[in-house]
């Protein structure tokens, strides 16, 4: 299997949304500098979304000659780009920010606002973004009414990262199978994923990593769910004011209090009407995240590109 995570998903949706022509017009390489062998002719543009502390970055972007070597960077969020300008002195000039976006006509709204006495969770990130903290705050949850289903596996990133990496995570697998409110669904593809998310009350996302944007948590609000997350990384930039926030402390048994005590509060949350809240909530991604408007950006963007190339000729 080949790895298809945030960067492949967005990059097919590019494709779906920007004329061929003009993609083809450009090379776009995706976080890692140099990965494919930069275009002699044609505008080289990096699209970044990965953070600045990657090890397989620092390197490349720490030696400052290497930034003349792309005509634009193209950041997925503005923390992204706060922190290659602060730690690597990133031109300008020749950066921009141009958001993540969800294809409509995959994901699914919930239509069902109804309160609720049962609360229906969902995990649906990779293992080390928080698994462990769910997992903790669900073992303290004796309440059979709060159930959690775990999408999570490293088998999105290709068979050799999962080969390398997934008998790291296995005791995590383990006990997820083993809580009596845990259900352990292993990996579900992006595109059936998206669909299912209209089933679930609350996405449960405890983020110990310093996201650059966070996909799956934009995906769930503009779903319709309650977001349970902290406020590390780029997660308040991208959810705003609609998630029940936990501020990040890297005392990983403080969080998972914390994620349990929010996680009853939502219980007794659905218990009422919330449906203005969250139709407003799915209202805002669709206006700003849409991938209909977002490879508008895109295009006016990469028309720039090209005649800026032409008159630098």
């Known amino acids: 299997m ?14 779906k949304h920007v004329s061929t022509a003009l993609i083809d017009s450009v090379q776009i390489t995706t976080s890692v500098p140099e990965k494919i062998p930069l275009d002699p002719v ?13 090890p397989n970055l620092q390197s490349w972007f720490q ?4 930034h003349s070597k792309y005509d634009w960077y193209v950041f997925n969020s503005h923390w992204t780009f706060e922190k290659y300008r602060y730690f690597f002195k990133i031109p300008e000039d020749r950066s921009t920010v141009i958001k993540n976006a969800i294809d409509y006509e995959e994901l699914k709204l919930k239509t069902d606002f109804s309160p609720k006495p049962k609360v229906k969770m969902c995990y649906i990130s990779t293992p080390w973004r928080g698994l462990e903290v769910a997992l903790a705050a669900m073992e303290a949850i004796k309440d059979p009414d709060i159930t959690l289903d775990v999408y999570s596996s490293t088998i999105i990133y290709g068979t050799s990262f999962h080969n390398q990496n997934d008998k790291g995570y296995e005791k995590l697998y383990e006990k997820a199978k083993s809580l009596p409110n845990v259900n352990y669904m292993g990996y579900c593809p992006h595109d059936e994923l998206v669909g299912k998310l209209k089933e679930y009350d609350v996405n449960c ?7 650059t944007f966070c996909i799956s948590a934009m995906e769930s609000l503009a ?8 406020d590390l990384g780029a997660i308040p930039e991208t959810c705003a004011e609609f998630p029940i926030y936990i501020p990040y402390t890297s005392d990983k048994a403080k ?3 914390q994620l349990a005590e929010c996680i009853l509060q939502c219980k007794e949350m659905l218990k009422t009407d919330l449906s203005w809240g969250l139709k ?9 995240y849409d991938w209909k408007i977002i490879g508008r ?13 032409r008159q630098q000729k």
Do not use: H, M
Request: net charge neutral.
């Open 205 to 211: 996302f405890p983020s110990i990593w310093e996201e």
């Open 223 to 230: 779903a319709g769910q309650l977001l349970i997350t902290t």
């Open 2 to 15: 080949k790895p298809y995570g945030g960067t492949e998903i967005q990059f097919d949706y590019l494709r």
């Open 255 to 257: 969080l998972a209090i």
């Open 42 to 54: 044609k505008s080289n543009i990096l699209w970044i979304k990965n953070s600045y502390d990657q």
């Open 297 to 309: 950006f895109w295009t006016d963007f990469l028309k720039g590109a090209l005649t800026v190339k």
């Open 280 to 288: 407003f909530q799915q209202e805002y991604y669709q206006r700003f």
């Open 63 to 66: 030696n400052k000659d290497n």
